[in-house]
């Protein structure tokens, strides 16, 4: 049988990882910068492109390594503006998953609204936390992204350039991928990639401890927790990881850090009908939240097939919103959007594909 050779991708490479293929293509240490400036800022599109390497360098990278981007294979517009993408994760001649057998596409989801244009892209195919009102989480783990896979969903959608806000909140738990999570984040916002503040990102988390502890030293971003209940025995009927990382203890490493000043905590919140959304919910979640520095998203639920709860209505979700306001936690409903192409948190389940390679 034919093996494919899969040329590695120079999108998503770091810094260091770049200077490591200058040194291969017998090329100075500086010529790393000017391959990071060609594929952050001048954004090329072919090796060729990078006219301030010797021509035989050139050569050399374009028979090793490739640039690798790869556009959406679908995509699906909202009556909003929100545009869902559909990207493959492996093909004959590219390979963004670092584990797993492929064959299994992730989501990212454009999102405008005023002066702000946010994208949401996965970092996993498939998802192992199991979260019951989960579409990811139903499908299962399918394999880690790689760096050039995620910065990929930002790189190749038409709206790329317009972008002002990133969050990790698509396919997968980002502290269960968090090697290929924090390079993505230093592409983002080092000097030599995007240049981006670290307050333009956030990354959303179950509460996968150890991935935590190394966000919050390694990258200045925001950090958004899954919460959605504050009774340890309701959340782990919800979701399973409750019973590994106790939100209990997710809580106490959150006042180790400074939320205040550096960046932004929030804890999000989605709400069932009946389930979690009367005034007692509301006060054990300010007491939990006692000490920590973070705003609560009141998230209105999707209906998804096969989970028997339903959305809480809105009534209630604001004043849910209210009592936690009066108790000094600051709480807002977050609006719903692309409601209609399923393009909200928990409704990602990305396609199948038959393997054909
Ligand atoms: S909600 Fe997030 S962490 Fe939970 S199963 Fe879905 S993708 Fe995974």
Known sequence: MKENIVKKALI?????????????????????????RRLYVGRVSSIEEMTELPKGAREWLSEHYQIGLQAPVKESRSADGTVKYLFATRGEDFDFLTSGKGGHDVEAVYIPDRDRATLCVSSQAGCRMGCKFCMTGRQGFHGNLTTAGIINQIFAIPESRELTNIVFMGMGEPMDNIDEAIKAIEVLTA????????KRITVSSIGKIDGLRRLL???????????HSPYPSQRAELMPVE????????????????????????????????????????EALARMLKGVDCRVNLIRFHAIPGFEHSPAPKERMERFRDRLNELGVTATIRASRGEDIEAACGMLAGEERQASY
Do not use: C
């Open 217 to 227: 030293d390694e990258t200045k971003v925001h950090v958004a927790i899954s919460v």
């Open 12 to 36: 998503g490479m770091t810094l260091a990882e770049l200077e490591t293929v200058a040194s291969e293509a017998g090329l100075r240490p500086f010529a790393a910068k000017q391959m990071a």
């Open 191 to 198: 000097k030599w990639g995007l240049a981006w503040s670290p």
């Open 243 to 282: 019973k590994a990382f106790p939100l209990t203890k997710v809580m106490e490493l959150m006042r180790d850090y400074d939320f205040a000043h550096q960046r932004r905590l929030s804890a999000e919140y989605i709400m069932w009908d009946g389930v979690n959304d009367d005034m007692r919910h509301a």
